[in-house]
Structure formats: C-alpha cells, structure tokens
C-alpha cells in the first residue's frame, strides 16, 4: 500500500516523527532485556541525556536524501559576526556549520540541495541579499559534491564499537566527562542500535485527532517506503561522540578499490563513505578520532598496508571547538514544512476552484 505525501495529517505526522515528538526511549524494554531493575536502568539513561551523550530519540527522514540528493561541503570566507551564525543556523540548506582557518577559508559548512541548479542560485541568492556579505567581499569558496544516491555507508552508531573496545580493554573510562560502567555500555549500545525505542501512538493520535490504528498504520507504510527509518537516538554532533574529532578526508584510490572500500566499511572509526569524483580523488571518508595522533597512526596503516593502492589523501580536522551550528533534525523538518506549505496551498486552490 503505498502512502501519499501530498495528504496534510500525513506530513503532520511525519514532522513529529522526525521532530522525536512522542518518541520514547523504552526503559521498561532497556530493564528486561538487561535484567536490571527499572530504576537502575532510569538512572543511567538520565545520566546519558543530562549529560549530553546522546540526544533524545526519533525518526530519521531517508526521504530527505531523495528531495535533497546533492551534499555540498563548501568552505568559505565569512565573516565572523552574529549575522554569520544566524544564517548559517537558520538557513534550511544547512546542516552544520564549523569555524576553522585554511588558507583564506574561516567557515566550513554541511548542506543539501536538489540539485546544482539549485544550489547555485541559493548561492546567488546569499550575495544577492547580502544576508552575510557582499558580493564584492566574497572569496570564490571551494566546494565539494557528492551525491546521497553513491552513499557507500551511513552508520551513526558506528564509532560506538570504539567506546565500546576501549571500555572492555581498560582505555576508555569516561566519555564527555561521564564515568562509564558495563550497565552504561550495554544501555548506551541497545539505544544507538534503536533497540530501546517505543512511538506512543496515543499522544501522536491525540496530537493529530486521528484514531490509534491510522497513526500505526502510516508508521509501518512510512517505514516500508524508507521515507523514514527506525527511531534510533544519535550522538548530538551525529557522527562524533562527545570529545572526539570530525576528520573528513579524501582519498585517490588506484588498485583494489573494492578491497580498501571493504576496510571502510567494516571499520568503526568510519562513519561515512561515499563514492567521489572529486579531482583526482574518489573516495570520501568522514572518520572520527580523540585525538590528530590518533588519527594519523591510524591512517598510516592504511597506506602501510595498501601502499601500491591509496596514491593521495587530503584531510580537514574538526574538533567539537570549532562546532559552532548543528542540528540533525533542522534541515528534514524545513523541508517538510516547506511540503506541508505546497501540500495547504494546493487545497486552498482547488477548493476555491471548486467554489467558482
């Protein structure tokens, strides 16, 4: 059965889902699975939400990579002001937003669009209303495009296996300044994997004035679909666990493509993969580390072990400092806001049409 998005209470749903609004973690589910009491397990989820590990959870819009199939990393000369912040926080392009110095370039940032036309003329659009600087002050930035449809992995609970190696192996005692035990691992790894979450399907049904068995309904036909995926909750900074950096790099692979690509895929430290053409280099990697020497050792083995394969590599490093603007959620609710507005706006024509 399919399901329509030009339906109003259809999309309503869809912004709370995605929004994470009567969308639970399952402390009852957490307690038996783990076998603990329900308030021993209570208190450790509190713990990882007051202390900022993990944001609450919800449903991920994969439709957002159909509208928005480009994936633009654009590093720019901006200036460093509250109108700069604003915008990029505000702008429903905008994923993330990240200061940091290379070259002449002050501001990296994260975005979506439809396509290359449209990305340049919100580009055009950005000089032309002089939202954060003029045109004639502006560097020519330089960017970098990908499409979500060569997507080779996308998993944001991947580094989690790192914590998780390191507790057990006594090198990870704390993660964002919270003292870690076996019961926090186990529940912080049920939460990630989306194992622990519940919809309640009465509040939604309530919220919407619609029965119980639409509400769950349209989330089994909307999950099917893949316009959204299981809740799951996410580390805040998405990819990045609390203390370590966001390391993007690119990379010109030669021989055994295939082989390396494998590696990536399996490996923890690698949240992102993408298929490029980008220059001389085809892959684009996002890895996370604690620290530069981390990742740099680790990077080595790779050009150890694949010495006649990676030719190039090229990094940008992003510590949680230079985090100034991200929220996961921000660009898929603007996006089915701006659906639900041509969604009211057609009704609002055919019915006047109706009454002519």
């Known amino acids: 059965m399919k399901i329509s998005l030009e339906n109003v209470t259809t999309l309503n749903l869809l912004k709370l889902l995605c929004a994470g609004e009567g969308v639970e973690i399952n402390i009852s589910a957490l307690s038996k699975e783990l076998n603990k009491h329900r308030n021993t397990v209570k208190d450790r989820v509190n713990q990882l ?15 957002l990579f159909n509208k928005y199939p480009l994936l633009v990393i654009s590093k720019d000369k901006f ?19 990240y200061f940091f110095q290379e070259e002449v370039y002050n501001t990296l940032t994260i975005q979506f669009h439809e396509d290359l036309y449209s990305y340049q003329t919100w580009s055009d659009n950005v000089l032309e209303n002089e939202k954060i600087i003029k045109e004639e002050e502006r560097h020519p930035p330089d960017t970098l495009l990908f ?14 296996r790192i914590i998780e190696r390191g507790f057990k192996n006594g ?22 994997n989306g194992k ?32 959204i995926g299981r809740p799951t909750s996410r580390f805040p900074l998405t990819f990045v666990p609390p ?23 399996r490996d923890p430290r690698v949240p992102l993969l993408i298929k490029a053409n980008a220059g001389r280099y085809n892959y684009f990697v996002a890895s996370t580390f604690k620290t530069v020497e981390d990742h740099i050792k680790w990077q080595e083995k790779y050009t150890q072990n694949f010495h006649a394969c990676i030719e ?30 041509l969604v009211k706006e057609k009704e609002l024509t055919r019915n006047y049409n109706m009454d002519l």
């Open 196 to 227: 622990a979450i519940r919809t309640n399907e009465n509040f939604l049904a309530r919220t919407l004035n619609v029965n119980r068995s639409t509400i769950i309904r349209q989330i089994q036909i909307l999950v099917q679909e893949r316009i």
């Open 312 to 341: 190039a590599i090229k990094n940008t490093y992003l510590s949680p400092a230079m985090t100034f603007s991200i929220n996961q959620n921000f660009v898929s609710q603007e996006l089915i806001k701006k659906k639900l507005l």
């Open 243 to 265: 203390d370590y950096m966001l390391i993007l790099s690119l990379y010109e692979i030669k021989k055994r493509c295939k082989e390396v690509e494998g590696f990536f895929r």
């Open 79 to 97: 200036h460093r002001d509250e109108a700069t912040r604003t915008f990029i926080e505000n702008d429903p392009h905008i994923l993330a937003g």
């Open 171 to 192: 090198e990870i005692n704390e993660i964002g300044n919270l003292k870690l035990d076996s019961l926090l691992i186990n529940v912080l790894k049920l939460i990630l």
């Open 147 to 160: 499409s979500t449809k060569r997507i080779l992995k996308y998993d944001t609970s991947a580094p989690f």
């Open 49 to 63: 939400l007051n202390y900022n590990i993990i944001e609450k959870p919800f449903y991920p819009l994969l439709w």
